[in-house]
Each structure stands twice: as structure tokens, then as C-alpha cells.
């Protein structure tokens, strides 16, 4: 395990001084996560997303924090800062406030913006227990049920507390703290990195810490120091017009879906390596690096036990290590209809939605550029829109690629500013340096942000794996959330090197 040089611990606070300010205050910090968890926040409603940006203010505001809009094209987002004459150093963190779409049919609960406390019963299922419960004891097992319970109003309501909480024991930060609160997360930050260019300098900062994100699959204290960009691809092939009968055409008319099964089978092997030639290009694992990978505690197999499969891809013989290359994945194909609803029709297209997994080595124009040529290496005219009719004459078989770069994938050292400050709040407040993950498999929008201000990132987890976040029935377990509130109060209380 790496060493932590140069971190300074003595100025801590106490662990014991920490978690009992902590449990002393569970009853403030459930009574602010409810009244935060009741807002709706789906970035495609901006006059909920208004609301939202009011409370926020208010909660800032009431913590000694100065607050600011910073407007975007969409919802704007928000700008917290406590400042100190005196300060050296600069600490930037990033928030999310809004989050996924609800279908309140799918959740069982009355509303998923009415949080419920939930305990399991001894046959392993969930029932309602009354808040008060909380006032006599909390058992960390229990559950908070609402939308954006743990992705990712838990996380800024802890963040809020630990403020909160340090100001009470007269441990506020030492350094200038500025927050950016992204209220369009959800919807892929579409607005972020202008909004982040445009206000480089009211941002400018020396580090910059992420609270949010899954831990390691262990629940055990997680530090991520990147994340993997996404670019998402749509692919169409093209065959009759309309929908042919396919006794009266079988056999004469090309099926669009034979030629999109042919490409898609042509980018992968067997075994799971993507074939495009280049695709993995400047990807090179060091020993140092490696050895960083092999401390992570997963087990593969369980975890493949868990999804019910038996097999891996080859690509690498760890989980770390195949998350350090560039990934290509089919997410969702079409064509015609299936089920009760299947036609003997050959259809008039069928089409393929790709993500592709970037990595901080690979450059995402490159990658796609390598997958369009690719595609014309098996022999298709590749447009960028639907042919003509000029252009069915003119080409046998033709397939449009449209594509998205959402952001990019960002990595900073373990032995940065950041990385140092956040496992030596978790090595203080445990006693045991937390899980290092070097790169997490999924994608957050920080690369505009590292990009723009120049800084070093780490991201500290403070929710349970186990939280079904995009889904119905997001929960919180009670434990992590309080647990989380001591982690942020410890991380916080170092000082920035």
C-alpha cells in the first residue's frame, strides 16, 4: 500500500470527538435529508429544478456559506464559498443535486419524493417503520426510500452536516472552500464545462474533492481517483423502404438486420476483445500500477456468481485492470417487433445504440473515427443521415453513424493533493487507509472541470453499493448515512497540502 508522505494528521480531529458530535445530531441531519429528500429534482422539470436551487441557497446560506447562480443554458447551477483572508490553499468540491426521471408506479411507496423509513423483516423484506423510531435508537440497517436518496441528496446532505457540525466544535476549515452544485447531472451535464470556462477564475482552486459515487463493492471506505468518459454511438443499417412480406421477398431482399448482426459480431471476438484495429492503442500498465490494481479486494467470481454468469471477457484477468482500457458495449438494439407482436415482415431498418468507455489515454474522436472506419472496412458506405433515394441507388449497403461525446474519462495520481487529503481524513477517522481505486468503471462529468482549473481530483463514497440508485426504490442505508457525515467531517478537517 502507498505510503501517505507529507500528509499532516496531528491537527485531526479525534475519531471519538467526531462520531460522538455525530450521533449526538442523527435527529438534525434525518429531519434535513427528509425536508431535502421532498423536493423533486428531475433535471427535465426546470421549475422543479428551481425550487430545489432555492432550498440550497438557504441551507449554503444558514451554514455561513456566500451563494451565486452561475447561469447555463438549461438549469443554472450553484456556487457556495466560504473564504478566509488568511488561507494558503483553495479546496474546490462537487456536488449533485438532481436526479433520475421517477415512475412512481414502480416503487413501493406512495410517492418517491415522500421518503419512508423501511426495516427488513426476518423473511428478508421491507416494511414501513414510523420516523419517530429514529428518537429512541437508529439501527444502522434501517432504510431511507426516496428518489435521489443515496445518488445524490444523501451525499449533500451529509456534506451540509459535516459543515455544520465542525463549525460546532469550533474545527471550521482552515482553507478557502468552494462548492459547485451541478444541477443537470442527470441529464449528462450537458450545460457544465461552458459554465465551468466561463467561471474559471471564480472556481480556481488547488484540489478538487467528489462526494459522490458508489464504494467499493465491499462497502468497506472507498477513495476513487478517475472515472471513465462515455461517447455514445447510434448506428442504423438500412434495408427496403417499408416493411416486405418477407414469403414474397425472402431470399431477394437483403434484411437490414443481418448486416447490423454482421458489423456488431465483426467489433468483438468470443472472448470478449474489441477487434477494431488501434482501439486500445496507448494503454500500458506499469508493475506500480498493477500492484495498486491487486490490492483492490474483489471477487470475480462472486461477483459473476451474483449476476449469474460463468464466464469474463479476456481482455484482462482482473476486474481493475479490464476498467483501465477503453470498453465498447451494445446497449440497446431494434428491429421490427418480437414476442406476441412478431411479424414475418423483413424489416426497413434495424439499429444499434454503443457507449463507448473512454479511458484518460484514449481520445474519444479517435476511438469513434476508428469504429466509423471500421464499419467501411466490412464493406459499408457509412453517412452521417438517412440515404437518399439517390444514394440507394447509388450504394449496396448503407449504414448511418451519428455520436455523442458526453465528457471525458480524468485520472489523478493516489499521491496528489487530493488523493492525500481524503485518505488521510478516512486513516484518521478508522484507523486503516480506505480502498484506492484508481479508475471507477463508470462515468461522472469532473473532466471539464480538472480540464479548465488545472487540479487534482479524488472522490470519497458515502453511500452503501447496495442502494438501487437510477432505479425505483433508491434507498439509503440509515448506517452509511450516518457514517458518511463522520467521513466528510474528517476529510474536511485535514490540511490541504
Known amino acids: 500500500m502507498l505510503a501517505m508522505a507529507g500528509v499532516a494528521q496531528s491537527e485531526s480531529l479525534a475519531a471519538n470527538e467526531i462520531r460522538r458530535v455525530v450521533d449526538d445530531n ?265 500492484a495498486t490494481l491487486a490490492e483492490v479486494p474483489d471477487d470475480e467470481a462472486a461477483i459473476l456468481d451474483s449476476m449469474g454468469m460463468s464466464r469474463a471477457d479476456s481482455l484482462a484477468p482482473t476486474l481493475q485492470e479490464a476498467i483501465q482500457y477503453p470498453s465498447l458495449n451494445i446497449r440497446g438494439m431494434a428491429a421490427a417487433w418480437i414476442g406476441d407482436e412478431s411479424r414475418t415482415i423483413i424489416p426497413p431498418t434495424a439499429t444499434a445504440e454503443l457507449d463507448i468507455r473512454l479511458v484518460s489515454e484514449s481520445n474519444p474522436e479517435r476511438l469513434v473515427g476508428l469504429l466509423l472506419a471500421h464499419v467501411e472496412a466490412q464493406g459499408y458506405t457509412v453517412l452521417d443521415h438517412a440515404p437518399s433515394d439517390a444514394e440507394r441507388r447509388q450504394h449496396e449497403r448503407i449504414v448511418s453513424i451519428s455520436h455523442e461525446i458526453s465528457y471525458r474519462a480524468f485520472r489523478s495520481p493516489v499521491d496528489s493533493p487530493a488523493g492525500l487529503m481524503a485518505r488521510a481524513g478516512l486513516v484518521a477517522l478508522n484507523g486503516e487507509e480506505p480502498i484506492l481505486i484508481r479508475t471507477m468503471g463508470g462515468s461522472i462529468p469532473i473532466a471539464p472541470i480538472i480540464e479548465t482549473l488545472d487540479v487534482p481530483a479524488a472522490v470519497v463514497a458515502t453511500v452503501n453499493i447496495d442502494n438501487n440508485q437510477h432505479s425505483p426504490n433508491e434507498n439509503l442505508r440509515l448506517g452509511n448515512f450516518v457514517d458518511g457525515i463522520a467521513m466528510l467531517m474528517s476529510v474536511l478537517s485535514q490540511s490541504p497540502q
Open 26 to 290: 442523527v435527529d438534525a441531519a434525518v429531519a434535513l435529508y427528509r425536508d431535502f429528500l421532498s423536493l423533486p429534482n428531475d433535471a427535465n422539470h426546470p421549475d422543479d429544478i428551481e425550487k430545489l436551487v432555492v432550498w440550497m441557497e438557504v441551507a449554503f446560506g444558514e451554514r455561513g456559506f456566500e451563494t451565486r447562480r452561475i447561469p447555463t443554458d438549461g438549469s443554472p447551477a450553484l456556487y457556495a464559498a466560504r473564504l478566509s483572508e488568511n488561507a494558503s490553499k483553495t479546496v474546490l468540491v462537487y456536488l449533485q443535486a438532481d436526479g433520475q426521471p421517477v415512475d412512481a408506479g414502480a416503487w413501493a411507496q406512495a410517492d418517491p419524493y415522500l421518503p419512508v423509513l423501511k426495516a427488513r423483516d426476518s423473511d428478508g423484506n421491507w416494511h414501513t417503520i414510523d420516523w419517530s423510531s429514529i428518537e429512541e435508537r437508529y439501527d444502522p440497517d434501517w432504510r431511507v426510500f426516496a428518489r435521489s436518496a443515496s445518488d445524490s441528496k444523501g451525499p449533500m446532505t451529509q456534506f451540509l452536516m459535516a459543515i455544520e457540525l465542525l463549525d460546532e466544535l469550533g474545527a471550521a476549515p482552515d482553507y478557502n472552500l468552494k462548492v459547485i452544485v451541478d444541477t443537470e447531472e442527470e441529464l449528462g451535464s450537458p450545460n457544465l464545462a461552458a459554465a465551468i470556462r466561463s467561471h474559471r477564475d471564480l472556481l480556481a482552486s488547488d484540489l478538487l474533492l467528489i462526494f459522490d459515487g458508489p464504494p467499493h463493492a465491499s462497502n468497506r471506505p472507498t477513495v476513487t481517483f478517475g472515472a471513465r468518459g462515455i461517447a455514445t454511438v447510434t448506428l442504423v443499417a438500412y434495408g427496403p423502404r417499408v416493411a416486405q412480406h418477407s414469403g414474397h421477398y425472402g431470399n431477394f431482399v437483403p434484411n437490414p438486420a443481418f448486416d447490423l448482426a454482421r458489423i456488431l459480431a465483426s467489433m468483438k471476438s468470443p472472448d470478449g476483445i474489441i477487434t477494431i484495429p488501434g482501439f486500445y492503442d496507448g494503454i500500458e500498465l506499469s508493475d506500480e500500477v498493477r
